[in-house]
């Protein structure tokens, strides 16, 4: 089968976040995905399968499986417009967090995604141990958000990864205000086998969601501050949906070929 590496998040290789992205007649086994999973080591490796209603997506980490990952459903949108159906602008993915529709516009792809329930929770000492500067305060949805007084330190924070398992959410993320951007973050995930997802698209169904509502803004033009760097566009939408945009860029394709 082919397999794609696509850089998420960014209109330059090596930069944004990379995935993996399978494109099959049929599955293999659940452990033969999770074992290319752990042998690609990127943040999430994706398996399509077409059906006769669009795709069916999963994605995998080289930890687990996992509900939603917007980065690699972005490479995957990529890889079905560029390469599949290139005459079309449009794919929905059937996935575990419901059915996902991209659109291709010019070089950006619009994912429409689920937001979460988002409650403020205390900030513990536990989790100014985890990230090394004490949040002023903290979200929880899917993942936990934690909101710092000013950029730099989110930029400059060393969290401790073992500490990081220890308190709540799937993701642990680190958030402010931005000085050219609506908001920039970055995203932990030790509990996922990644130690900080370099764009993490799923995290900012609640990180723009939650800087919405506190800016009074529909629009949030967001930057995640990895090493790698990544910009995303995020529109609060109704029925509880919000439009995560980005660019892609196409990195390698190569052919798998050990038996799964």
């Known amino acids: 089968m082919k397999q794609y590496i696509v850089d998420a998040f960014t209109d330059k290789p090596f930069s944004?976040?990379?995935?993996?992205?399978?494109?099959?007649?049929?599955?293999?086994?659940?452990?033969?995905?999770?074992?290319?999973?752990?042998?690609?080591?990127?943040?999430?490796?994706?398996f399509i399968?077409?059906?006769q209603q669009g795709y069916h997506l999963r994605w995998f980490t080289p930890g687990t499986e996992v509900?939603?990952?917007?980065?690699?459903t972005l490479a995957s949108a990529?890889?079905?417009?560029?390469y599949y159906n290139p005459?079309?602008?449009?794919?929905?993915?059937?996935?575990?967090?419901?059915l996902l529709t991209v659109k291709r516009n010019e070089d950006m792809y619009e994912m429409d995604f689920p937001r979460y329930d988002l409650q403020e929770i205390p900030v513990t000492d536990d989790m100014e141990a985890a990230f090394g500067i004490r949040p002023?305060?903290?979200i929880l949805g899917?993942?936990?958000?934690c909101v710092?007084?000013?950029?730099?330190?989110?930029?400059?924070?060393?969290?401790?990864?073992k500490l990081l398992k220890n308190i709540d959410g799937r993701i642990q993320n680190a958030t402010a205000i931005g000085l050219e951007f609506d908001c920039v973050s970055r995203s932990f995930a030790p509990k996922l086998s990644i130690a900080e997802d370099p764009v993490c698209g799923s995290a900012h169904c609640q990180i723009a969601d939650y800087w919405a509502s506190q800016m009074q803004k529909s629009v949030i033009n967001a930057y995640q501050a990895s090493k790698r760097g990544g910009t995303l566009r995020c529109e609060i939408m109704e029925n509880h949906r919000i439009a995560i945009s980005g660019s892609a860029v196409i990195v390698a394709i190569s052919d798998i070929i050990a038996k799964l």
């Open 78 to 82: 990529f890889v079905i417009l560029n």
């Open 136 to 138: 002023k305060k903290a």
């Open 87 to 98: 005459n079309s602008d449009v794919v929905r993915f059937n996935t575990m967090s419901g």
């Open 49 to 51: 399968v077409k059906e």
């Open 142 to 145: 899917l993942d936990l958000i």
């Open 67 to 72: 509900e939603l990952c917007g980065h690699a």
């Open 148 to 161: 710092f007084e000013t950029e730099d330190d989110v930029r400059t924070m060393h969290p401790n990864q």
């Open 16 to 46: 944004g976040n990379p995935a993996a992205v399978c494109v099959m007649d049929a599955w293999p086994s659940d452990e033969s995905m999770m074992k290319l999973a752990m042998e690609n080591n990127l943040s999430e490796t994706a």
